[in-house]
């Protein structure tokens, strides 16, 4: 309302997503919960074994000092889960054997050895062709899929062809079933 002469009112304009945004980042609790999440995802149970309650009725940490270095490594790399994933795939406990190492930790819940998982499809594949020396490793190459002019939905083509080729499955086109 310049009209009057006073400053200009700001405008409310916008949906106030922004300030949404600067304000989960800015809180510290958001690199733990997310911290806490990845490192559930690679290792089957987080840090903090309740990962949907992180107050003060949630479990604690059973390596806090691990969380928060985590953590501060995740903002200062700017919030990239690509880091934080190399970070922790790097780690001395990321790369354990999955034999239980003791009877005194038969929950693994300080870390002991490596949780075993279930692979998923991509890794079974990936791994079978690694074992059998077929996996091609080479990144770059066209894409096998076959054009989608030529596409017909039968029970061997045009997915199954793609499963023909010795490429790791990170670089092949999946089929979901919704």
């Known amino acids: 309302l310049s009209i009057f002469g006073g400053d200009a009112v700001p405008s409310g304009r916008g949906s106030g997503r922004g300030q949404l945004a600067d304000w989960i980042a800015g809180n510290p609790l958001t690199a733990r919960v997310m911290v806490n999440r990845i490192w559930g995802w690679h290792f089957g ?8 309650d992180f107050g003060a009725r949630g479990d604690a940490p059973t390596h806090p000092e691990l969380l928060d270095w985590l953590a501060a490594k995740f903002v200062a790399s700017g919030y990239s889960v690509k880091d934080l994933h190399r970070v922790i795939m790097l780690s001395a ?9 003791s009877a005194d930790d038969p929950d693994n819940r300080w870390l002991s050895h ?6 998923t499809a ?13 996996l091609d490793l080479t990144p770059g190459q066209a894409h096998p899929f076959p ?5 017909s939905f039968t029970q061997h083509n045009p997915f199954n062809a793609v499963y023909e080729t010795p490429r790791r499955s990170a670089y092949l086109m999946v089929q979901r079933q919704r």
């Open 45 to 52: 149970q987080g840090l903090v074994r309740s990962s949907n």
């Open 93 to 101: 406990v990321y790369q354990r054997v999955s034999e239980t190492a």
């Open 114 to 119: 490596f949780n075993r998982h279930r692979l």
């Open 122 to 134: 991509e890794e079974l594949r990936d791994s079978l062709l690694a074992v059998s020396g077929q």
């Open 147 to 151: 054009a989608e002019a030529t596409w």
